[in-house]
């Protein structure tokens, strides 16, 4: 039986082994799919260990995305660009890196019938989350993308990164420069909400035709959509379809098989209910 993990640390609570084993049942795919707790010095070691042991594909969660990146031999454009890796497949020797992060968001908001296409889109946040998902975005060809942060270098930095991925469409600034702004869709990236906190943006950001999606879910809705409804935004919608989505998309890269998203994400919710 072919074998799958998922590194992280702490890795009690990552969901990835549920949402692959369904995926694998309902797909009629004979994997196994488990959790590996491992250590920033022995990480490597792990992956090589579990490869060398004829693992076939790893996840990756925090804090290994980074070094997932580095011991890759070959990586997609969307994990160069992201500076991170999610998904390392092991084929004929050798290790190839991906990040379905992005995708995974994107289909997330496509399965909700949200139109990216010509639309203005706000992201809150410069850090990993937030790098994450901008090639993705960019490739279903809105017509600017502004990346709000609250120190304004990194999301300046993040801009001259894409610089030739962005066709001119990416632009960079603080939560103070968007009094003006009005957005069809606001994506929270920042950590924010694991704090009980949201981004301190104006609330005419959010007009009763925006979608306000956050990265982070939980059992109620995160600080950042409590106020986007409170606001009048026309829909809020929380990470959980991303996290979905995402291992959707590494199930996709590993069995050449699109699992059905909507039931696993049904079966988790109700779980966190
Ligand atoms: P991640 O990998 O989750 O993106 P990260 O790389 O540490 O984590 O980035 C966290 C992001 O959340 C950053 O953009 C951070 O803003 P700064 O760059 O200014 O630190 C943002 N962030 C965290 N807490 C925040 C808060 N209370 N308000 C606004 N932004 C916040």
Redesign the pocket.
Known sequence: MDKYLVFGNPIKQSRSPNIHRAFADSTNQLIEYDRQLSQVDQFENDVKAFFAQGGKGANVT?PFKEQALLLSDKLTDRAKLAEAVNTLSYIDGKIYGDNTDGIGLVQDLLRHNVVLKSSNILI?????????VILPILEQEPVRVVIA???VS??EKICHQFDSFSDKKLHACG?DNLQDGRFDIIIN????S??G????IPSSNITDSTVCYD?VYGATLTPFLQWAEQQGAAKVIDGLGMLVGQAAESFNIWRKVNPDVESVLKTLRAEMS
């Open positions: 925090a809150l946040g410069a850090g990993g989350a937030a790098k994450g942060n609250r120190t990194k999301a939560f990236a920042t950590s924010a694991l704090s906190q949201f981004p301190a990265m």
